[in-house]
Each structure stands twice: as structure tokens, then as C-alpha cells.
């Protein structure tokens, strides 16, 4: 079991920058994957960023230079670097691990952004 807690949403203006953080605790050895997701209403949730234990990272094409996704060697810790954020990032934003083939999800943070 993992337990997830993102911080760092808020509303911005087009152009500015957030940096999201998600703490983990629990069986936080085991996971393999952490990531990032955002969703509006009415809208499928979508993957904007993960890393791996490898390092290797994946990026939504709308978010490829903007974004960065980072982690801590421990695996406690996951960031989400936005610059350059526009109004249709607007979301709730979601911290995602995979652990032993199974999805754990934090509560979500807010972000907004004003054009």
C-alpha cells in the first residue's frame, strides 16, 4: 500500500510557473512508476508526465517544453516543474504510482490558470 499527497496547485496567469510535489509513504521500495495526471470535467483523465526507476521519462505532447517531471532517489518524492503554463492546463492534477502492477492515486491538487 502506498499513500499519495500532492501540493503546490493554485492559480496562476498564462505564462507563469508552479511546481508540483507529491509525497509518498507507505511501501514506497516497490514502486516502479510515478507520475503525473490531469483531468477537467467532462474530460477523461490524461497522463502529463511519468519516470521510471530507470529515469526515463514520458511526456504528453502538449506539455514537451514545458514541463518537467523529476523524482528523488528514494522514491518519497515527485515533482512536476509547469512554465510557461496556458489556460488549457487548467485541471485538477493527479499524483499517480504504479506499485507491484497496481495504481495508487493522490486526493488531487487545483490548477488554474487566467489568460
Known amino acids: 500500500q502506498v499513500q499519495l499527497v500532492e501540493s503546490g496547485g493554485g492559480l496562476v496567469q498564462a505564462g507563469e510557473s508552479l511546481r508540483l510535489s507529491c509525497v509518498a509513504s507507505?511501501?514506497?521500495?516497490?514502486?516502479?512508476?510515478m507520475g503525473w495526471y490531469r483531468q477537467v470535467p467532462g474530460k477523461q483523465r490524461e497522463l502529463v508526465a511519468q519516470?521510471?526507476?530507470?529515469?526515463?521519462?514520458t511526456y504528453a505532447d502538449s506539455v514537451k517544453g514545458r514541463f518537467t517531471i523529476s523524482r528523488d532517489s528514494a522514491k518519497k518524492m515527485v515533482y512536476l516543474q509547469m512554465d510557461s503554463l496556458k489556460p488549457e492546463d487548467t485541471a485538477v492534477y493527479y499524483c499517480?504510482?504504479?506499485?507491484?502492477?497496481?495504481?495508487?492515486w493522490g486526493q488531487g491538487t487545483q490548477v488554474t490558470v487566467s489568460s
Open positions: 507507505g511501501d514506497i521500495a516497490s514502486i516502479s512508476v
Open positions: 519516470i521510471t526507476n530507470s529515469g526515463r521519462t
Open positions: 499517480r504510482v504504479v506499485l507491484r502492477g497496481s495504481m495508487y
